[in-house]
């Protein structure tokens, strides 16, 4: 069998790897931090390596060239994806924007409905107000623990209730990983539609549009028809998913990386000192001129992408890729975290110094095939306009009004900085850090 695989595997002409591919085996089986054990694999069999994962052939992308292979150069060919289990529960995969194929026409309305409304910049500034609200209520959160004797402040679970508020629900108390969670989340979103609809036919015409109403007025082009009830409540769950862990887990990441680097801390707090002064808010105009901000911001999202492999990829056609063969139904992994770690573009790759990005014009927008946090080409995370701006503002407004420091046990033992990869790629201990006013 070891030997027929060989030959078969060599016939087939795919990207070199670990020999012979494993029979068994999963994500998991390549241990619990799979985005490294994959790096290390890589070194030995190049930035294009094909694995067996399971009974599916997958195929591991870990430069930045490769990277450019399969989201630009290919991007029509792997732009399907490849659903795990849970995506299947109420159907969700069938309506998902995550999980929809990028050919399917409902996948196109959704990301057509966020590119053009939700996440449009003429409709985040609109909603700037409410985001700015929600970040005065972490501040002043962050304030009573501070007076009240300096209690350590959670810094991810704070920043994870603020990115989730945004969306004007409280599901706080839902969000453990619990089975039924997606039928609870399902069932208040459900409410929440009913409510709404009930509100617009009351007051007509009268009711200011929110993301919701935008979502029950939408109309296709092409045929005339709005979306199915089942595709809003896959929507909005999707967003919350999708956009909360990821947005509080970079600036858990990005404080503690400050508080292990004091010198960064404190240009970071001499810029906003300079830029936003006395101001009693930061403004979202005003990050533009955060430079040393946005580097550390950028340096983060090259240390430690919330996800670290993207969403996985799904070959829909046969193709060929630096000359080797990636079948048809492969699963296509982008090893955002090994490109972000590659010495050959990045010296120093395990430092944290956002300096670097000072003198280097990389941007995690799709275009610089560096630094993925987010994606590129058409699977791109369709929320990074939102993410973008609570990222900054979160951070930014932290660290202007407060010092921070470490509890003494911590300072005493270190830091803990190592990871757990679950959703994604999350501190294994949370943050705890004490706050006091400036
Ligand atoms: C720091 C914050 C965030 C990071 C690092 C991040 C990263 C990503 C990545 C890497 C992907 C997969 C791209 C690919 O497979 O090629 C993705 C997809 C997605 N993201 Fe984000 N994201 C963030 C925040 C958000 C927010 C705030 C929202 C919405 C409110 C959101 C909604 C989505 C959705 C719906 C998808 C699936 C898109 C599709 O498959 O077509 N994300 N995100």
């Not at 080409?377 to 990074?384: A, K, L, Q, S, V």
Request: hydrophobic fraction near 40%; aromatic fraction near 6%; include cysteine.
């Amino acid at each position: 069998v070891h030997l027929l695989g060989l030959l078969s595997d060599r016939r087939r002409n795919l990207p070199p790897g670990p020999r012979p591919l494993p029979l068994v085996g999963s994500l998991l089986s390549l241990g619990a931090l799979p985005h490294r054990s994959l790096a290390r694999l890589a070194e030995r069999h190049g930035p294009v390596m094909a694995l067996r994962l399971g009974t599916v052939t997958t195929v591991v992308a870990s430069s930045a060239d490769a990277a450019r292979d399969f989201l630009q150069r290919h991007d029509a060919a792997f732009s399907a994806r490849a659903a795990p289990d849970g995506a299947h529960v109420f159907a969700h995969y069938a309506h998902s924007m995550g999980w929809l194929p990028a050919t399917s026409p409902r996948w196109r309305a959704l990301r057509k409905v966020c590119s053009g409304e939700l996440f449009a910049p003429h409709r985040l500034d609109t909603q700037q107000a409410l985001r700015q609200e929600k970040v005065r209520q972490l501040v002043s959160h962050v304030d009573r623990l501070a007076r009240e004797g300096g209690e350590p402040v959670r810094v991810g679970r704070l920043a994870f209730a603020t990115a989730l508020n945004i969306a004007r629900l409280d599901v706080q108390g839902l969000r453990r990983r619990i089975e039924g969670l997606f039928r609870r989340l399902h069932g208040m979103i459900d409410d929440l539609i009913e409510h709404r609809l009930r509100e617009r036919a009351a007051d007509g015409e009268n009711t200011k549009k929110n993301f919701l109403d935008v979502l029950l007025d939408y109309r296709s082009a092409e045929d005339g028809r709005g979306f199915e009830r089942q595709t809003i409540l896959s929507l909005i769950s999707d967003l919350f998913s999708a956009g909360t862990d990821t947005s509080s887990a970079t600036v858990e990441w990005a404080m503690a990386e400050l508080l292990l680097n004091p010198s960064s801390m404190a240009r970071a707090r001499d810029e906003l000192n300079q830029v936003v002064g006395s101001k009693p808010v930061i403004e979202e105009s005003d990050i533009g001129q955060l430079k040393y901000l946005q580097a550390i911001v950028k340096e983060t999202f090259r240390l430690h992408p919330p996800a670290p492999f993207l969403l996985p990829h799904l070959a829909e056609t046969t193709t060929q890729v630096r000359g080797y063969t990636v079948p048809r139904g492969a699963r296509v992994l982008v090893n955002a975290w090994a490109i972000g770690h590659d010495a050959k573009v990045w010296p120093e790759p395990e430092k944290f110094v956002p300096e670097r990005f000072l003198e280097k014009e990389v941007d995690f927008r799709g275009r610089d095939f560096e630094l993925l946090p987010f994606g590129s080409g058409r699977r791109i995370c369709p929320g990074m306009p939102l993410a973008v701006r609570m990222v900054h503002l979160m951070l930014a407004s932290l660290l202007h009004r407060f010092h921070w420091r470490l509890p003494a046990d911590v300072e005493k033992n270190g830091l803990d900085m190592s990871e757990r990869l679950g959703v994604n790629l999350a501190m294994a201990t949370p943050l705890e850090a004490i706050a006091t006013p400036v």
